[in-house]
């Protein structure tokens, strides 16, 4: 008597393996590998266009820092601005007779505007009282980004496109690489990369708002501050070099918000304890401090202790953390026993 074929259940496929996705040949994957790299090519490419295209708009993102650090800094000397239009044309000590003798003895700040006057049947341009001036005008930090040499405007429009276009684009390829990755894991690899995904995205999108809309106001702020107490001008910036370090600066601090995450994958795989955590907090401090020390770029110690302190409450968390784990294991083991 004939054998009967062994009947499978509906849902089963003998080239699976417990969601391990169907078995290719090795030029099918290169095929599936040639596909996701265009796709890839295509959405960065889409996205330094789509920026490129916005560079105003986005350099006004990467000022409001700056605006905000302006808008903040007060001055505890009465000055006198002279303004054009909206336009600052320039500052002086209201303190200084030798700068502008008409407002020697002023206890506020006095503005100017630069007008015509007509005299007789003459019409002059003179300096006269501005009971409204800009906005601008009534900050007492004024700091303007400048292109100091003629190939430096495409410089910063390239910096725009491919940090932007990196930006905008990055789900995407984060999306185009799952779907050739994922379908050759199981699923409890799928489920672990899930959850990893997740939570280094929101602590990188933590790491960057805080940097963003906290630090770099901050550090903006002091930094004018430290080169008026030596004696410097800082009237102007370089506008590349603004730009580079607004992004290297929230990237830098995105990265460090994945403390947590190294932390506990580390406890997960048994390297370390809640215990090891809580005893090496002292020598976190010291290695957190260094940090950093490396990720801020302008090394003003104001912005490093600011940087650390997130970084220490992340730390103290992910102790807390672990101690639940520690504790939930050791119920479980006694609940077996």
Known sequence: MAELPEVLPPDSDPSTDEGGGPIKSFLEHLEDLRWMLVRCAVALFLG?????????????????????????????????????????????????????PLAVGATNDTFFRLATVRVGTNDILAVVPDPNPP?????????????????????????????????????????FIAQFVLPALHHHEKKFIYRISGFASGLFFAGVAFCYFVMMVVTLSATVGFSDWLGLKSSFWKASEYISFMCWFMIGMGLSFQLPLVLLTLVKIGLIDYRKLSSFRSYWVVAGLTLAAFVTPDGNPLTMFLMFLPLHVLYEISVFIAWRWDVKARREAALEV
């Open 135 to 175: 906005e601008i005008a009534q900050q007492a930090m004024h700091v303007d980004l400048a292109v100091i040499s003629p190939a430096e405007a495409f410089t910063v429009a390239i910096q725009i496109a491919i940090y932007g276009g990196i930006t905008i684009s990055a789900p995407f390829l984060l999306f």
């Open 48 to 100: 330094i266009i789509l920026c490129l295209s916005a560079s105003n708009y986005i350099i006004d993102f990467l000022k409001w820092p700056l605006v905000q650090a302006q808008r903040i800094r007060t001055s505890s000397d009465p000055h006198v601005t002279i303004v054009v239009g909206t336009n600052i044309l320039a500052r002086f000590s209201a303190n200084d007779p030798r700068q502008f």
